[in-house]
Structures are given as structure tokens and as C-alpha cells.
């Protein structure tokens, strides 16, 4: 089956390949598991999640060398659910917070995000096309695990 244009299987492969850590003896953690984690401590709409899937999509478009290490890419994900919640929720933490549930010291949380904001041109509206079709690959990945 397949989900605008990409089989489902491709979808769940990249999402399970994911490591926490790097190095070869790192535990596999999927893309979702870290973004239900990252959802639960941050507690963060699951709207947040779909945006800041967007944004990481927006970065890494405009820095493809960005994600190279899944070390990099855990980083990304946090800065942008960060920038989603601060967006969107009403519920919203100190950088001080999302540093220590994150492991990313707050000095480096700071720069990272003052640097995804200048990446994104400061712009963190999501049409309502755009939203949905994140949306529904979030939920087809979601659901097929």
C-alpha cells in the first residue's frame, strides 16, 4: 500500500532506524518511540508533533549535511518540537527544562534554536495542506509499526 507515493514498508523502515546513541552497540530506537517519549515529557500537543515534523522536513531541505548523524538528528527533533510547542501550545517550559529532559545542554539548546528559527526565516505557519499531509504520514506510520 501506498501513502502519497511511498510504500508503506520504505516509511517503516526509516522510521525504525533510528539510534539513540552513536556508535555500533547503540540501541535501536525508532523515530515514533522518540517522539512519543519527547511528547510525554514535554507535554506537547500531538499538533506539535505534526509541525515540528514540518519543520524538520524545512531544515534539512534547506541543510541536507544537517542530519547526518542520528546523534544530529535527535537534536533536530527536539529543537523542533520545541519551536512547535512554543508555536502552538499554551503549555510551555523554560529552555532550562527541555535541556535537562533532552540531555542538550541549555547554552547549545539556546543556539540550535536561534538557528532553526533563522533557517526557517522566522516563519513557523503551517498551511492546512501541508499540516494534513504530515499529519496523515505521521498516523500511517503510526499505525503500521
Excluded: H
Excluded at 514498508?9 to 515514533?32: D, I, M, Q, Y
Excluded at 528559527?117 to 498516523?139: N, T
Amino acid at each position: 500500500m501506498a501513502a502519497y507515493g511511498v510504500e508503506t514498508s520504505v516509511v517503516r523502515c526509516c522510521f525504525r532506524c533510528f539510534r539513540a546513541e552513536t556508535g555500533a552497540s547503540a540501541p535501536k530506537v525508532s523515530v515514533l518511540d522518540e517522539f512519543t517519549r519527547l511528547k510525554s515529557c514535554f507535554r506537547c500537543s500531538n499538533e506539535s508533533l505534526v509541525l515540528a515534523l514540518v519543520y524538520i522536513d524545512r531544515i534539512v531541505e534547506g541543510m541536507p549535511d544537517l542530519a547526518v548523524r542520528s546523534a544530529q538528528l535527535r537534536e533536530v527533533f527536539v529543537i523542533c518540537i520545541i519551536l512547535a510547542i512554543k508555536y502552538l501550545d499554551d503549555n510551555l517550559y523554560k529552555n532550562s527544562y527541555y535541556a535537562k529532559i533532552s540531555g542538550i545542554p541549555v547554552s547549545e539548546l539556546n543556539a540550535l534554536e536561534a538557528l532553526f528559527l533563522k533557517y526557517l526565516g522566522w516563519d513557523l505557519a503551517v498551511k492546512a495542506e501541508e499540516y494534513d499531509l504530515y499529519r496523515d504520514l505521521l498516523l500511517a506510520v503510526a499505525c503500521y509499526p
